[in-house]
């Protein structure tokens, strides 16, 4: 029988007598005053007389044991004992973690101490006026029996408060000197309001970003068992409610605005410097995209070759050429489509004293996105082309096949509407000359249909 | 215009603060109120989170900008000179009678306090030194006080800061100086480096002064901390686990922050606009992790990346780094040293410490493993025990599990 059922001194005192008296764990029935039921009759048994010498058992215990007491787990008394009884004959026993009955042991205290961490945090007090001044009262209801083995934090951050604990089990008050015990308190025992509050609910309201939103996260940290006592929790439905809609409303009010020009001059200066992949390294320079800030029409190529990479701008050699005639046949107006391409460097073999182009990887292309959705944010085309599998594969994030995509209107988000056609280069690879005319007029013909969308 | 009240100036004024990483409260000096005739408050090792908002985030501190002016124009903050938001500013003596008004009613630890710049960086700093002077000396506030540093600010500004706070810190804001460059064209990528450096020696000083008299005023306990910002520049992983390194390295900072771009109201042109990249965080903070208490060295981190230097966003960067160096496996944990086992993805620091001392008391079967850890489905395909050998298990590609639409969800544009 112990007094309390955080009496650690009481249970010591006790379970070293039986131990001593070699008292086996089954034959023992713990029991609190004025807990439980009379299963096995109330008198309690007087202490057996000691058989067995005086032991010692390992600080490591006696730190465990004073955790563990605190549960509410009506086990932990006979648990306790069970592992005091192995220790006397072999103290190093503690340190076996991986013992079940340690691990037991080690997982009751570990939810005290988590119960006693929650208490430090979540402990809401409001102030009060009585005789004396001013007062600081707080209703918690713990999950163990953790109150008076938790005093000492608040007498050692509030010393100089007067203020109060009350919980279903017991209230602690502290007047400036002494701290005193009293009989358990219910919710309403405690003040109903403290005007900071409003203060504080403004504050953890605003210091949420909704564009955040992990709830599972905050319900983990922050169980629901301890909401009641909290203020600020009676906002959280509200607030998650809310969070899309605010996000949303965050996105649209941010709907770019102010200067293109200078944005898209920072952006191309910033891309000068990539390292993103590889690629930079052996490529003279970033070749950037070109064209009208404001276009309406944005066209999409591989990477650079040879002589775009020595003159710094997209499509200036043979297939930039080519393509410039044929915008010329389909009546399209190249000054005024802004162009680029899924990758900014120039990828080749060298053979010899001539670097011969190489095709961007599924790396590359992945890692060089990034500056091709920060030009469409500026530049927001309405129409898109993409020249070639690699620009495909780039704003759709899909490796497909240039047949499988030709006469489809794709999307690549943000509202745009693109479609796709052959690279150039392409054209110019071609070496049957009938069907590079062929191909040809039917590029053309892609060009004008996108231009037209 | 109508006056703004407390409660309305401190909505504007966290709001405004909420994009900030940077908010932890531990390692700093202990202290409490015990016996003491005047005062409040105390500190332990480990600080306390007092609430969680639905972010997820932890609230231990009151993190509050003085006042969201500013006469600087970075193109990912809020409170940019061009930005049309709702300006307030508090006195220093509001936020000291607000900082004690929560810390009494145990609302909070302390208090994290930050600043756009008005008039100048030394005029501002003077405003951020002042509020903590007065907690510190009028109200013999002994809870936590971290204050956000102006990088260009006078030197011994800086140093009264660190006699009152416990933790100060300096934001690098982007992680490539390009992307500085470009979205914080007033900051300079080297005065904001020099001034770490700076903090790190006077740090350092006050570590030497105290260890020979031990009435030596402390320099922020609690050392220097930094946030950069995740999405906003080209910076991939690898980059930023670079940065991060030189960072801890150089400087000596205890903590390093990342902060997924968050769209903010009123943004500029020059911003991606998505959705904030809240798995790459994530990955990152594991990173962080890995380097800090893992032993990883930040190549290694980086060779866990993809081609495009990314992290994978759906297996964590242990578990990627595993799978590259499959022949690093499978352990013997009744053998494999310390630093080895670290390495065994889903086993902790703590897990690894509790089968170092077991092992001196069994050989550790599949099961004794089990109840030292979480779950040891994860860990199984990568460890020798005594009755548990993978048959070439670690060969088979389905490890990876397979990527959950929530994760997904989170990076969606
Ligand atoms: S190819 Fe693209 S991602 Fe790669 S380094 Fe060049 S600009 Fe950067």
């Given at each position: 029988m112990l007094p309390r059922p955080d009496d650690i001194d009481a249970w010591r005192d006790a379970a070293r007598a039986l131990a001593m008296a070699d008292v086996a764990p089954a034959d023992i029935v713990w029991r609190v005053e004025g807990e439980g039921g009379d299963l096995f009759g109330t008198a309690a048994t007087p202490r057996p007389t000691p058989t067995a010498p005086a032991f010692a058992v390992p600080r490591r215990f006696v730190d465990l044991a004073q955790s563990v007491i605190l549960h509410r787990d009506p086990e932990r008394f006979a648990l306790l004992y069970t592992m005091l009884c192995r220790l006397k004959d072999d103290p190093a026993r503690i340190d076996d973690e991986s013992d079940p009955l340690r691990r037991r042991l080690d997982l009751l205290a570990k939810e005290v101490r988590r119960d006693i961490h929650k208490m430090r945090a979540f402990v809401r007090f409001r102030e009060v006026e009585d005789a004396d001044g001013e007062r600081f009262v707080a209703f918690f209801e713990p999950e163990h029996h953790i109150v008076r083995a938790n005093a000492g934090f608040f007498l050692h951050r509030?010393?100089?408060?007067?203020?109060?604990?009350?919980?279903?089990?017991?209230?602690?008050?502290?007047?400036?000197?002494?701290?005193?015990?009293?009989?358990?308190?219910?919710?309403?025992?405690?003040?109903?309001?403290?005007?900071?509050?409003?203060?504080?609910?403004?504050?953890?309201?605003?210091?949420?970003?909704?564009?955040?939103?992990?709830?599972?996260?905050?319900?983990?940290?922050?169980?629901?068992?301890?909401?009641?006592?909290?203020?600020?929790?009676?906002?959280i439905p509200g607030l998650i409610a809310g969070a899309r809609a605010r996000e949303i409303a965050m996105v649209e009010h941010t709907a770019p605005r102010g200067d293109g020009a200078t944005a898209w001059e920072k952006l191309r200066e910033e891309a000068s410097h990539c390292t993103r992949c590889p690629l930079h390294k052996c490529a003279t320079q970033t070749v950037f995209g070109e064209g009208p800030i404001d276009a309406d029409l944005m066209f999409v190529g591989e990477q650079p070759g040879d002589q775009e990479d020595l003159a710094g701008k997209p499509f200036v050699g043979p297939a930039g050429q080519l393509f410039d005639r044929a915008m010329a046949d389909a009546g399209v107006d190249r000054a005024r489509a802004y162009v680029t391409?899924?990758?900014?460097?120039?990828?080749?073999?060298?053979?010899?004293?001539?670097?011969?182009?190489?095709?961007?990887?599924?790396?590359?292309?992945?890692?060089?996105?990034?500056?091709?959705?920060?030009?469409?944010?500026?530049?927001?085309?309405?129409?898109?082309?993409?020249?070639?599998?690699?620009?495909?594969?780039?704003?759709?994030?899909?490796?497909?096949?240039?047949?499988?995509?030709?006469?489809?209107?794709?999307?690549?988000?943000?509202?745009?509407?693109?479609?796709?056609?052959?690279?150039?280069?392409?054209?110019?690879?071609?070496?049957?000359?009938?069907?590079?005319?062929?191909?040809?007029?039917?590029?053309?013909?892609?060009?004008?249909?996108?231009?037209?969308? | 215009m109508a006056q703004l009240d407390t409660r309305q100036k401190l909505e504007i004024l966290a709001d405004a603060a909420k994009y900030d990483a940077s908010c932890a409260s531990s390692g700093t000096a202990k202290r409490d109120s015990a016996g003491k005739a005047k005062g409040i408050g105390s500190t332990e090792g480990m600080g306390i989170c007092h609430a969680y908002a639905p972010d997820g985030r932890c609230i231990s501190l009151l993190k509050i900008l003085l006042t969201n002016s500013c006469i600087f124009d970075c193109h990912y903050c809020i409170n940019r000179k061009s930005s049309n938001v709702?300006?307030?500013?508090?006195?220093?003596?509001?936020?000291?009678?607000?900082?004690?008004?929560?810390?009494?009613?145990?609302?909070?630890?302390?208090?994290?306090?930050?600043?756009?710049?008005?008039?100048?960086?030394?005029?501002?700093?003077?405003?951020?030194?002042e509020v903590a002077r007065s907690l510190r000396e009028d109200h013999q506030f002994r809870g936590y006080i971290h204050l956000k540093t102006i990088p260009d600010a006078d030197p011994r500004l800086i140093e009264a800061a660190g006699r009152h706070a416990d933790r100060l810190s300096i934001n690098v804001e982007l992680p490539t100086d390009p992307g500085l460059a470009r979205l914080a064209p007033e900051k300079s990528a080297s005065g904001i480096r020099a001034a770490m450096g700076g903090m790190k020696a006077a740090i350092e000083d006050g570590h030497d002064a105290k260890k020979r008299y031990r009435s030596a005023p402390a320099f922020a306990p609690a050392g220097q901390s930094t946030q950069m910002i995740v999405g906003a520049d080209a910076a991939n992983d690898s980059d930023i686990v670079r940065t991060a390194a030189t960072l801890y390295d150089r400087y000596a900072l205890r903590r390093v922050y990342y902060s997924a771009f968050s769209p903010i109201p009123d943004a500029s042109a020059v911003l991606p606009l998505s959705r904030p990249p809240l798995m790459r965080e994530h990955r990152l903070y594991q990173s962080d992790w890995l380097m800090r208490f893992y032993g990883y060295k930040p190549a290694e981190v980086a060779a866990a990346t993809d081609d495009a230097g990314m992290l994978p966003l759906d297996i964590d960067p242990k578990l990627a780094w595993a799978l590259k160096y499959r022949d690093a496996f499978p352990l013997d944990v009744n053998r494999a040293p310390r630093e080895a086992l670290l390495r065994v993805p889903g086993l902790g620091v703590k897990a690894v410490d509790a089968i170092l001392v077991s092992r001196k008391w069994r050989r550790l079967s599949l099961a004794d493993v089990g109840r030292l850890t979480v779950s040891i489905a994860k860990i199984r395909p990568f460890i020798v025990a005594s009755d548990w050998r993978p048959t070439a298990l670690i060969d088979r590609l389905d490890l990876k599990p397979r990527i959950k639409r929530e994760q997904l969800e989170l990076f969606a544009a």
């Amino acid at each position: 029988m112990l007094p309390r059922p955080d009496d650690i001194d009481a249970w010591r005192d006790a379970a070293r007598a039986l131990a001593m008296a070699d008292v086996a764990p089954a034959d023992i029935v713990w029991r609190v005053e004025g807990e439980g039921g009379d299963l096995f009759g109330t008198a309690a048994t007087p202490r057996p007389t000691p058989t067995a010498p005086a032991f010692a058992v390992p600080r490591r215990f006696v730190d465990l044991a004073q955790s563990v007491i605190l549960h509410r787990d009506p086990e932990r008394f006979a648990l306790l004992y069970t592992m005091l009884c192995r220790l006397k004959d072999d103290p190093a026993r503690i340190d076996d973690e991986s013992d079940p009955l340690r691990r037991r042991l080690d997982l009751l205290a570990k939810e005290v101490r988590r119960d006693i961490h929650k208490m430090r945090a979540f402990v809401r007090f409001r102030e009060v006026e009585d005789a004396d001044g001013e007062r600081f009262v707080a209703f918690f209801e713990p999950e163990h029996h953790i109150v008076r083995a938790n005093a000492g934090f608040f007498l050692h951050r509030f010393a100089t408060m007067r203020w109060s604990i009350l919980t279903p089990e017991l209230s602690i008050h502290w007047d400036g000197t002494t701290l005193t015990e009293a009989p358990g308190a219910t919710r309403a025992d405690a003040p109903g309001d403290d005007p900071v509050e409003a203060l504080w609910k403004g504050y953890y309201a605003s210091i949420f970003n909704p564009a955040r939103l992990k709830v599972d996260m905050m319900v983990k940290e922050m169980p629901r068992r301890y909401w009641a006592n909290m203020p600020e929790t009676a906002l959280i439905p509200g607030l998650i409610a809310g969070a899309r809609a605010r996000e949303i409303a965050m996105v649209e009010h941010t709907a770019p605005r102010g200067d293109g020009a200078t944005a898209w001059e920072k952006l191309r200066e910033e891309a000068s410097h990539c390292t993103r992949c590889p690629l930079h390294k052996c490529a003279t320079q970033t070749v950037f995209g070109e064209g009208p800030i404001d276009a309406d029409l944005m066209f999409v190529g591989e990477q650079p070759g040879d002589q775009e990479d020595l003159a710094g701008k997209p499509f200036v050699g043979p297939a930039g050429q080519l393509f410039d005639r044929a915008m010329a046949d389909a009546g399209v107006d190249r000054a005024r489509a802004y162009v680029t391409n899924a990758v900014k460097h120039f990828k080749y073999e060298q053979r010899g004293k001539r670097r011969i182009h190489s095709k961007p990887n599924a790396g590359e292309v992945k890692a060089c996105r990034w500056w091709i959705d920060q030009e469409r944010r500026i530049v927001r085309p309405k129409r898109i082309i993409l020249l070639g599998t690699t620009a495909v594969h780039s704003l759709t994030g899909k490796a497909q096949s240039l047949v499988s995509v030709r006469d489809r209107v794709l999307d690549v988000g943000d509202g745009a509407t693109a479609r796709a056609t052959v690279h150039p280069s392409y054209l110019l690879r071609l070496p049957d000359r009938e069907q590079a005319e062929v191909e040809y007029a039917r590029f053309v013909e892609d060009l004008a249909a996108a231009a037209r969308l | 215009m109508a006056q703004l009240d407390t409660r309305q100036k401190l909505e504007i004024l966290a709001d405004a603060a909420k994009y900030d990483a940077s908010c932890a409260s531990s390692g700093t000096a202990k202290r409490d109120s015990a016996g003491k005739a005047k005062g409040i408050g105390s500190t332990e090792g480990m600080g306390i989170c007092h609430a969680y908002a639905p972010d997820g985030r932890c609230i231990s501190l009151l993190k509050i900008l003085l006042t969201n002016s500013c006469i600087f124009d970075c193109h990912y903050c809020i409170n940019r000179k061009s930005s049309n938001v709702r300006r307030a500013r508090f006195t220093a003596k509001e936020v000291v009678d607000l900082t004690l008004a929560f810390y009494r009613r145990n609302y909070i630890e302390g208090l994290f306090l930050s600043s756009g710049i008005i008039r100048s960086s030394d005029y501002t700093m003077e405003q951020l030194v002042e509020v903590a002077r007065s907690l510190r000396e009028d109200h013999q506030f002994r809870g936590y006080i971290h204050l956000k540093t102006i990088p260009d600010a006078d030197p011994r500004l800086i140093e009264a800061a660190g006699r009152h706070a416990d933790r100060l810190s300096i934001n690098v804001e982007l992680p490539t100086d390009p992307g500085l460059a470009r979205l914080a064209p007033e900051k300079s990528a080297s005065g904001i480096r020099a001034a770490m450096g700076g903090m790190k020696a006077a740090i350092e000083d006050g570590h030497d002064a105290k260890k020979r008299y031990r009435s030596a005023p402390a320099f922020a306990p609690a050392g220097q901390s930094t946030q950069m910002i995740v999405g906003a520049d080209a910076a991939n992983d690898s980059d930023i686990v670079r940065t991060a390194a030189t960072l801890y390295d150089r400087y000596a900072l205890r903590r390093v922050y990342y902060s997924a771009f968050s769209p903010i109201p009123d943004a500029s042109a020059v911003l991606p606009l998505s959705r904030p990249p809240l798995m790459r965080e994530h990955r990152l903070y594991q990173s962080d992790w890995l380097m800090r208490f893992y032993g990883y060295k930040p190549a290694e981190v980086a060779a866990a990346t993809d081609d495009a230097g990314m992290l994978p966003l759906d297996i964590d960067p242990k578990l990627a780094w595993a799978l590259k160096y499959r022949d690093a496996f499978p352990l013997d944990v009744n053998r494999a040293p310390r630093e080895a086992l670290l390495r065994v993805p889903g086993l902790g620091v703590k897990a690894v410490d509790a089968i170092l001392v077991s092992r001196k008391w069994r050989r550790l079967s599949l099961a004794d493993v089990g109840r030292l850890t979480v779950s040891i489905a994860k860990i199984r395909p990568f460890i020798v025990a005594s009755d548990w050998r993978p048959t070439a298990l670690i060969d088979r590609l389905d490890l990876k599990p397979r990527i959950k639409r929530e994760q997904l969800e989170l990076f969606a544009a």
